[in-house]
């Protein structure tokens, strides 16, 4: 990360997501010189959302100001459809928001040039730089919580079509399975989302648990009903990284969110069952992520020096304070 830059340089990174977001001043190494945590007001509509994310930006800002560091950007990562290219966050459901020109806003509050980036590309970013990716050039990142999806490097680049690319929770593996959120049937979160287990375990055993975390745990007790729901959701990932394997074929998988917590209970069964439906197809290596929540958030540091040493210009001066509109 290093170039010829004053050491004082540090840019911004905010991860925001559905629940919380996440803030950091990082040097040329991504170190964090200060971090932030915030609660995400998504319950108080997008506008809130967005007003609260320049709040954040602003209190790093003043940070740094302090601490005598001068800040060349700032990366944003958001969840939903992102559109780098066009710097606007298509579609959200978590944030609501939709079409929102959430960069440029922020690059007219702040002055600082903004690059928005899509989460979880952002997290697959890093791991492929410093995780559990580092070294190679096709990568497929998939963080497996609440929701699932997935970030693809190829040859080193990733792959974001418009926003559009990655969306490997809605691959269906269950035909006229269950409904799902996105208006189709049997998609694989359906099946294999932590909220998905945690459901079917309900389902299946009458007790209900916080989460697919609660079912793992159940596992080593000889829970039959667990077992029967884990198997059904390694089974859903293993047929849709089929799919992924054999169009993309990615030298590693990167297993990350929540789920991948369980580390071998997940990660042994779900090798087997992959390698089962591979015939000539090269089998990638299956690994745990290794950044873990700080991904998102790092990928948005790796975003903001790109745009930095990108942009190499002064600091520009505020020019609006209006919220945009969803």
Same mark, same amino acid.
């Not at 298509?90 to 002055?111: C, I, K, Q, Y």
């Not at 269906?172 to 294999?192: I, K, M, N, S, Y």
């Given at each position: 990360?290093?170039?010829s830059? *004053?050491?004082?340089?540090?840019?911004?990174?905010?991860?925001?997501?559905?629940t919380?977001?996440?803030?950091?001043?990082?040097? $040329? *190494?991504?170190?964090?010189?200060?971090?932030?945590?915030?609660a995400?007001?998504?319950?108080?509509?997008?506008?809130?959302?967005?007003? &609260?994310i320049?709040?954040?930006?602003?209190?790093?800002?003043?940070?740094?100001?302090?601490?005598?560091?001068?800040?060349?950007?700032v990366?944003?990562?958001?969840?939903?459809?992102?559109? &780098?290219?066009?710097?606007?966050a298509?579609?959200? /459901?978590?944030?609501?928001?939709? *079409?929102?020109?959430?960069?440029?806003?922020?690059?007219?509050?702040?002055?600082?040039?903004? /690059?928005?980036?899509?989460?979880?590309?952002?997290?697959?970013?890093?791991?492929?730089?410093? !995780?559990? @990716?580092?070294?190679?050039?096709?990568?497929?990142?998939?963080?497996? @919580?609440?929701g699932?999806?997935?970030?693809?490097?190829?040859?080193?680049?990733p792959?974001? /079509?418009?926003?559009?690319?990655?969306?490997?929770?809605?691959?269906?593996?269950?035909?006229?399975?269950?409904?799902?959120?996105?208006?189709?049937?049997g998609?694989?979160?359906t099946?294999?989302?932590?909220? /998905?287990?945690?459901?079917?375990?309900?389902?299946?055993?009458?007790?209900?648990?916080?989460?697919?975390a609660?079912?793992?745990a159940?596992?080593?007790?000889?829970?039959?009903?667990?077992?029967?729901?884990?198997d059904?959701?390694?089974?859903?990932?293993?047929?849709?990284?089929a799919?992924?394997?054999?169009?993309?074929?990615?030298?590693v998988?990167?297993?990350? !969110?929540?789920?991948? &917590?369980a580390g071998? $209970?997940?990660?042994?069964?779900?090798?087997?069952?992959?390698?089962? $439906?591979?015939?000539?197809?090269?089998?990638?290596?299956?690994?745990?992520?290794?950044?873990?929540?700080?991904?998102?958030?790092?990928?948005?540091?790796?975003?903001?020096?790109h745009?930095?040493?990108?942009a190499?210009t002064?600091?520009?001066?505020?020019?609006?304070?209006?919220?945009?509109t969803?």
């Amino acid at each position: 990360m290093r170039d010829s830059g *004053d050491e004082r340089d540090c840019v911004i990174a905010l991860d925001v997501g559905g629940t919380s977001m996440k803030g950091a001043l990082l040097d $040329r *190494d991504l170190k964090s010189l200060r971090t932030v945590r915030r609660a995400t007001p998504r319950r108080s509509g997008p506008d809130a959302v967005i007003t &609260e994310i320049a709040a954040t930006l602003r209190g790093l800002d003043r940070s740094a100001a302090e601490r005598g560091l001068a800040v060349r950007s700032v990366g944003l990562a958001v969840p939903g459809i992102v559109d &780098e290219e066009r710097a606007t966050a298509v579609h959200s /459901a978590n944030l609501g928001w939709r *079409d929102v020109p959430s960069a440029a806003f922020l690059e007219g509050t702040s002055g600082l040039p903004v /690059a928005l980036e899509h989460d979880v590309r952002a997290g697959g970013a890093a791991e492929c730089r410093l !995780g559990a @990716g580092r070294g190679a050039q096709n990568v497929l990142f998939v963080p497996v @919580g609440t929701g699932i999806s997935a970030a693809v490097f190829c040859d080193g680049r990733p792959v974001r /079509a418009g926003g559009y690319a990655g969306e490997l929770g809605h691959v269906v593996v269950e035909p006229d399975g269950e409904a799902c959120a996105c208006g189709a049937r049997g998609c694989l979160e359906t099946v294999a989302s932590a909220a /998905a287990i945690a459901s079917a375990y309900g389902a299946r055993s009458g007790r209900q648990v916080d989460g697919a975390a609660a079912v793992a745990a159940q596992l080593s007790h000889g829970d039959p009903d667990a077992q029967a729901v884990w198997d059904r959701a390694v089974e859903a990932l293993a047929t849709a990284l089929a799919s992924a394997v054999t169009l993309l074929a990615p030298e590693v998988v990167v297993l990350g !969110g929540g789920l991948a &917590e369980a580390g071998s $209970r997940l990660l042994d069964p779900l090798r087997l069952s992959l390698a089962r $439906r591979l015939t000539f197809q090269r089998e990638p290596k299956l690994v745990r992520a290794a950044l873990g929540d700080l991904a998102g958030c790092l990928g948005a540091g790796l975003s903001a020096w790109h745009a930095a040493n990108d942009a190499r210009t002064p600091r520009r001066r505020p020019q609006t304070s209006a919220v945009p509109t969803s």
